[in-house]
């Protein structure tokens, strides 16, 4: 399907922007899913899309794409009843993500491949599949926060000032925090952009951030508690920041560990980089080809977590409902439909 990280829609032009903010929310986990019990299974999701997800050619929309399709589902439904144990089903949802994703994503993934590297059960995959699939509507094009990323860079002066990679690295690597899901998608795209401006280009940051609020394009108390929590992580999680190397004719500028942890220490009190930190040149040496470079990073998901997703409990009883009685005709569950009577179309969406 070779899904494009940007134009989620067909017939993308310029105008159908406001496509994307008319159907953003559809593609948003429910809300207090954040606060919800279910943060326990998306840790344990979340370990198991970033190990399976690692490979030679890194395309971290990927494991992205596997996420938010977990957060979707796991916040409408309950967790499918397919193995015996809460914490399997979990691990096959989680790689059932993934694969779907993959899919989206890449033409050549080889399912076969995958499923004998993890030691995976093609029928319980399929059964697995079925279910999320079903549950989400068969909705799998996802409207992310990188869609309206072009949007905002092209509404503030400073936007293409920005490498485009910088900006899907602050969204993605912000996807651990569960507390990301309570933001719209365009919330999130523009606190990117204005994070990487703040550090960036400190001295015209408010001026920048007063031209994209004065469009209404986001509610300004949604916007500030997001840029708080996005300037947070990428302090945390030192992302590098790159300033484009086409713009005003300046030179690609790589934001080091140092100045990331310098910017930590002034920006939070108002005050402007000294702009004397050391400044590291971009390494030029990143394979070409079929690689997406702008999404050809590692990620940082959990790297500071005191939870091990090996070790965390998981009580049954706070996912599982009791089976019906015997003779009740509506129990509930969704039995998956024999692959050959999917029609035609929806056969490339799922396990072959």
Not at 123 to 134: G, V
Not at 138 to 162: K, N
Request: net charge negative; proline share 5%; hydrophobic share 40%.
């Amino acid at each position: 399907m070779n899904f494009h990280h940007d134009y989620p829609l067909p017939a993308y032009k310029e105008e159908q922007f406001e496509k994307y903010f008319n159907v953003e929310t559809e593609w948003m986990a429910d809300e207090g899913y954040a606060e919800s019990k279910e943060v326990t299974l998306r840790k344990v999701a979340m370990h198991v899309i970033l190990r399976n997800s690692k490979s030679d050619k890194l395309d971290a929309f990927i494991p992205y794409l596997a996420m938010n399709i977990f957060d979707r589902f796991i916040s409408r439904h309950q967790l499918p009843t397919v193995l015996d144990h809460v914490r399997d089903d979990i691990v096959l949802a989680a790689n059932s993500c993934l694969t779907l994703a993959w899919k989206m994503r890449d033409n050549s993934f080889s399912v076969p491949e995958f499923l004998g590297k993890w030691n995976l059960d093609k029928d319980l995959m399929l059964k697995m599949e079925l279910q999320i699939l079903r549950g989400l509507k068969w909705q799998m094009r996802a409207v992310t926060p990188i869609c309206f990323v072009r949007f905002f860079v092209e509404m503030i002066p400073i936007g293409r000032g920005i490498e485009r990679r910088t900006l899907n690295e602050i969204i993605i690597q912000t996807q651990d925090n569960i507390s990301f899901t309570r933001f719209r998608p365009s919330v999130i795209a523009a606190s990117a952009v204005l994070t990487a401006c703040r550090l960036l280009y400190n001295d015209i940051y408010e001026e920048n951030k007063k031209i994209l609020l004065s469009r209404k394009y986001v509610e300004e108390e949604d916007l500030e508690t997001c840029l708080d929590e996005t300037y947070e992580k990428c302090i945390e999680k030192k992302i590098p920041l790159l300033r484009d190397v086409w713009f005003g004719e300046k030179p690609k500028l790589e934001i080091g560990a140092a100045e990331i942890a310098k910017a930590g220490e002034t920006s939070s009190s108002g005050s402007h980089r000294s702009g004397k930190e050391p400044i590291q040149e971009q390494n030029q040496d990143e394979a070409e080809g079929d690689i997406d470079q702008e999404m050809n990073f590692e990620l940082k998901w959990m790297m500071w977590s005191s939870d091990d997703p090996e070790d965390l409990t998981i009580n049954s009883p706070d996912f599982r409902i009791l089976p019906p009685a015997p003779d009740d005709p509506n129990d509930g569950t969704v039995e998956a439909r024999n692959y050959f009577d999917l029609c035609a179309p929806c056969k490339s969406c799922i396990i072959l």
